[in-house]
């Protein structure tokens, strides 16, 4: 009755392939989850307590838009120690300084990043296989999101995003560690990256969520101040040399507070103070006392968790290279399997029949114009995890 009322914005956009498959989940028993994006472990004491604290203590008012003082402060620093970047808080750097503000999770950050920057008819390139919400927040902006098409090892080098940059272009999401395919930019690949996004006047935006889930020692970062951190930042560079990548981080999936929708941007102060300004507008501010939750994450080490990951990431590979192709991942929490050619089935198709085997993971076309994989989430219990794998390897070979 109300259909004439819908913007052509909303009524393009159709429902997350994903909800599909957690409600067939949940009118099955048991079902065995590889699908879930997300932690399985509780968020971590000293946060819980710190959020409880805060909620008790009056910590329930508006923050200023920009963030909790004392939560700004511990994100610049660990920017400096991580990245060599010496930001000041959105409105107050100098000139040339990389400015910093907490948004309502990676995604309200995303999308002030869109919303700053793209208008009616501009492109961005993100990467084909990508994150849901990419295309959508371009969308909903009236603009384009080019793929990048990075079949088959789902690396998004600087050759291949180079051919769809155009005069509308304005700026280049990379991902990494990367969902759907957990898959690790080296340092290379990201100086590249950053190189080209120069050459040709657009901006590198990094959504780096997933930056403390990086396993192998080989993909340790190009964090140069430091080279014992394990961070992915393809945004690193010397101390002091100019910033010009947008980075986008969150809490919710390295400390398990998804729901609490924290997440930080950095990078050149010209963009981000464009976004604090949208922010006002649209988030206001990130929820305050959750705010003061995360304060807490800087002195909690995440490293038996990550192991714990690596561990089981290290189980997919050895059960699904053994039946079909794999781009093997060297972070997140994901893994992006192709439906070998011999059984003649889309994503789609081999994800419904491992309904019938109650496993539930998620077809390769919710992430990507093709439809030849399935993604795996090992944020799972062993068990669960094996039990799963098992299935999935004998209904492919
Ligand atoms: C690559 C990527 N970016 C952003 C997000 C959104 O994160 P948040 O829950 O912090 O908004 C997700 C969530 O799954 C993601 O996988």
Redo the contacts with the bound molecule.
């Keep these: 009755m109300l259909d004439h009322l819908i913007s052509e914005r909303a009524s393009a956009i159709q429902a997350s392939g994903i909800r599909r498959i957690f409600n067939l989940g949940a009118s099955l028993e048991n079902p065995i989850r590889l699908s879930i994006?997300?932690p399985d472990f509780p968020i971590p004491e000293p946060i819980r307590n710190a959020a409880i604290n805060a909620i008790e203590s009056g910590h329930n008012g508006y923050t200023p838009t920009q963030g909790s003082p004392a939560l700004l402060s511990k994100v610049i620093e660990s920017l400096k120690v991580d990245l060599g970047w010496d930001c000041a808080v959105t409105g107050a750097a100098e000139q040339g300084q990389p400015s910093v503000f907490i948004s309502?999770?990676?995604?309200?950050?995303?999308v002030l990043a869109f919303m700053a920057m793209l208008n009616p008819g501009d492109e961005c390139i993100i990467p084909d296989p990508y994150?849901?919400?990419y295309p959508h927040m371009a969308s909903i902006c009236g603009a384009k999101a080019v793929k990048c098409d990075t079949y088959p090892d789902f690396r998004m080098t600087a050759e291949r995003v180079a051919p769809l940059i155009t005069e509308k272009t304005k700026f280049v999401l990379v991902?990494t560690p990367?969902?759907?395919c957990g898959v690790v930019n080296d340092e290379k690949e990201s100086r590249e990256l950053r190189e080209l996004c120069k050459s040709k006047g657009v901006l590198l935006i990094s959504?780096e969520?997933?930056d403390e889930f990086v396993f192998d020692d080989a993909l340790t970062s190009s964090a140069k101040n430091d080279p014992s951190m394990k961070r992915c930042a393809s945004a690193c560079r010397e101390n002091g040399a100019h910033v010009d990548t947008l980075l986008?981080r969150?809490?919710?999936?390295t400390y398990a507070c998804?729901g609490w929708?924290?997440?930080y941007v950095a990078g050149p102060s010209e963009i981000v103070d464009e976004m604090a300004k949208l922010q006002q507008y649209t988030f206001v501010c990130a929820p305050a006392p959750l705010q003061q939750g995360v304060v807490a994450c800087f002195d909690t080490p995440m490293g038996e968790f990550v192991k714990d990951y690596q561990q089981r990431r290290d189980l997919v590979v050895e059960k699904m290279s053994a039946v079909t192709e794999l781009a093997i991942p060297g972070g997140?929490f994901y893994a992006f399997v192709k439906v070998p050619e011999h059984l003649n089935m889309t994503g789609t198709e081999f994800t419904e029949r491992m309904i019938e085997d109650k496993v539930l993971v998620i077809p390769g076309g919710v992430f990507s114009d093709r439809d030849t994989h399935f993604r795996i989430s090992y944020a799972t219990g062993r068990d669960e995890l094996e039990q799963g794998l098992d299935l999935l390897a004998r209904a492919m070979s």
């Design positions: 994006g997300q309502s999770g990676t995604s309200g950050a995303l994150f849901v919400a991902n990367s969902n759907p959504d969520i997933y986008i969150g809490f919710g999936k998804t929708r924290l997440g997140a």
